[in-house]
């Protein structure tokens, strides 16, 4: 046999190789040229005859039995395969390994290369390999998988490919229960934070040791895949770990994605793909909750939107995300409007759309209004403490898309009135994106700025939002003085909380009547107790400022009786006159100025006249 010639430069690197691997020492001259994989080989027939059923057959139907020449050109693997396969009928030795049984395994069978025509032939051998090392064996099982992709359909009717799979899936379910993480590696929410994967950056899977085989799943297309991944929930892989390799397949594979800059551009090959990825992956994902983090959703919500996939697969996404918007932050929210007409800056659509997804899944879980009163030992429900957390977020997203001149009145309240009365607990937050909205809308008419301050609860402002609001000129009227109104009747609890302390006559368990009486209802006791005790060091330091208020008030009254006394041209009347503006000024006196009107009380003692006084002083100022 001579060496191998070649027709193709193209090739040239290949042939040179395989021609420094078939120096024979033979002076028989080759009788037979074989075309296969656009490369021409010059080869003996006995070799081939006595090996390859396809061969034989080929040369004796030919109708010239002097025919030295036969064509190939669909062998399975091209060139390479076929230059493997000669080597075998002419006793070369070489190694079979994971990264050729599969196209050796194809070549064989297209060649017919069974043991009928020769024992320990090529097919058996190939398939011994595949059963004793590749089957057995996690990353073999998957190398020999990803190569298969190449030799379809022949591989998927030898069973290759579902073989692999199986092993895949077995192994690695198998290595997950040897090696299964610690409850250790857990956070609160049940699942691994080893697992969070950044969804544009380019860092490398950094998950368990144990779970290694996701970084190798990631180089199959999105059919081998899914086809892995769907063995792997038939054998009880975990939600969190097909959750984190997906994460880290759609990293991989959805990179280097932009936005057409004309809507009318028609979609490339490449984006359709993607577009079909995608969709794919969203409807790979585990339907248990906290599989993937919340980030990763919103980053293939914001990828599926440029990709403009289905709107069944944008809603999916929209309800996963509702599932767990607790865990969001306000840059997930923040997703840029792809509208072309001009609208907003965000799309507040989507925003609300995933708020309501989250209240009804609440309500899925037969969420209720607690108890104002908790024990003090107890606990409120996850459902309870997410909804809180949604509203702060969702203040932040308000006050980020207030300044938007697009932003319509009725977009924003809608969005503000989304969340039940009890998901605020303080209504600061809400007080801040209302004043940024009146601010950056200043054309808003007169009932419409009363229509959006409806949305807050002014008892429920903080006393530095109450100052703010009490000097704020962009407020309507009616609004500034209901916040002074609550703002003065919490200083009079505050200083009747004060009197019966000072009495120790209950006034602790008043105070924290008191002070739990402004307390929402979705508070948890461990925030109630927080909030009380910051509500209590207000209280002190307000009472001790009204103390010394008082103390004026005191030394100021006790010069203005001794002025009257002094002036005798001045009535009684004059005198009872003034008495009488000062009762009316103070509610709290009033019973003790009808009581001093009896003529069987002895007179007014200056301790009494001090209260009244005092009380007076302290709401004039209120």
């Not at 043991?115 to 032939?121: D, H, V």
């Not at 009932?447 to 962009?474: G, I, V, Y």
């Amino acid at each position: 046999m001579s060496s191998t010639k070649v027709e193709r430069t193209s090739r040239s690197s290949f042939s040179r190789k395989r021609t420094n691997d078939w120096v024979l020492t033979t002076d028989v001259p080759s009788d037979l040229v074989v075309e296969a994989g656009g490369l021409s080989f010059s080869l003996h027939k006995f070799p081939l005859v006595a090996k390859s059923g396809r061969i034989r057959k080929l040369i004796a139907n030919s109708e010239d039995s002097a025919a030295n020449q036969l064509e190939l050109p669909d062998v399975p693997g091209g060139a390479e395969a076929f230059d493997l396969a000669a080597k075998f009928c002419y006793g070369i030795n070489f190694e079979i390994t994971p990264s050729n049984v599969a196209v050796l395994r194809c070549a064989a069978e297209y060649l017919e290369m069974t043991e009928s025509f020769g024992e320990n032939n090529l097919v058996s051998r190939t398939e011994a390999f595949l059963s004793e090392v590749v089957f057995r064996n996690l990353a073999d099982s998957i190398a020999v998988l990803h190569n298969c992709e190449n030799l379809l359909p022949l591989a998927e009717e030898l069973l290759i490919v579902s073989r692999c799979i199986e092993a895949a899936a077995t192994k690695a379910c198998r290595e997950q229960i040897s090696n299964g993480l610690n409850h250790s590696d857990f956070g609160d929410s049940g699942r691994s934070d080893k697992f969070k994967l950044s969804f544009s950056s380019n860092t490398p899977y950094k998950g368990s040791l144990a779970d290694w085989w996701v970084e190798d799943l990631s180089v199959l297309r999105i059919d081998f895949y899914q086809r892995v991944l769907a063995a792997l929930r038939s054998k009880g892989m975990r939600g969190d770990t097909i959750g984190a390799a997906l994460m880290h397949y759609a990293h991989r594979s959805l990179k280097g994605l932009k936005r057409k800059q004309n809507v009318h551009e028609s979609a490339t090959s490449s984006e359709n793909e993607q577009r079909i990825l995608l969709e794919t992956i969203v409807s790979l994902l585990p339907s248990e909750k906290n599989a993937v983090p919340c980030s990763f959703l919103f980053s293939l919500l914001r990828t599926a939107i440029i990709l403009d996939t289905t709107v069944a697969c944008r809603l999916d996404l929209e309800t996963r995300i509702g599932m767990q918007l607790e865990q969001a932050t306000l840059d997930d929210l923040l997703i840029p409007s792809f509208s072309y007409t001009g609208d907003t800056l965000f799309d507040v659509d989507i925003v609300q759309r995933i708020a309501v997804n989250f209240l009804q899944q609440d309500e899925g879980d037969d969420l209720q209004v607690p108890h104002p009163m908790y024990d003090s030992e107890g606990g409120g429900s996850p459902s309870q403490s997410a909804i809180m957390k949604v509203a702060k977020i969702l203040d932040s997203y308000l006050a980020e898309i207030a300044p938007d001149a697009n932003l319509k009145l009725t977009k924003f309240i809608a969005l503000a009135e989304i969340l039940p009365e009890y998901a605020r607990v303080v209504d600061d937050g809400l007080y801040r994106a209302i004043d940024i909205y009146l601010k950056a809308h200043p054309a808003l008419a007169e009932p419409e700025r009363k229509k959006l301050c409806k949305l807050m609860d002014c008892q429920k402002l903080s006393q530095e939002a109450c100052t703010h609001a009490a000097q704020n000129e962009r407020l309507p009227v009616q609004v500034v003085v209901q916040v002074l109104y609550f703002e003065q009747l919490r200083m009079r609890n505050a200083m009747a909380a004060g009197a019966f302390a000072d009495r120790g006559d209950g006034g602790g368990h008043y105070s924290q009547r008191i002070g739990s009486s402004n307390m929402s209802a979705a508070h948890s006791p461990k925030d109630n107790y927080a909030s009380i005790r910051r509500e209590n060091r207000e209280l002190k330091l307000e009472i001790a400022r009204m103390r010394m208020r008082l103390t004026d008030l005191e030394k100021d009254h006790a010069s203005m009786k001794q002025d009257m006394l002094e002036k005798p041209i001045k009535s009684n009347n004059i005198i009872s006159s003034v008495s009488k503006k000062f009762s009316r000024l103070n509610p709290f006196a009033r019973k003790d100025s009808k009581e001093n009107m009896s003529v069987d009380k002895p007179p007014q003692t200056p301790v009494s006249r001090t209260r009244m006084f005092g009380r007076r002083r302290r709401h004039s100022i209120s």
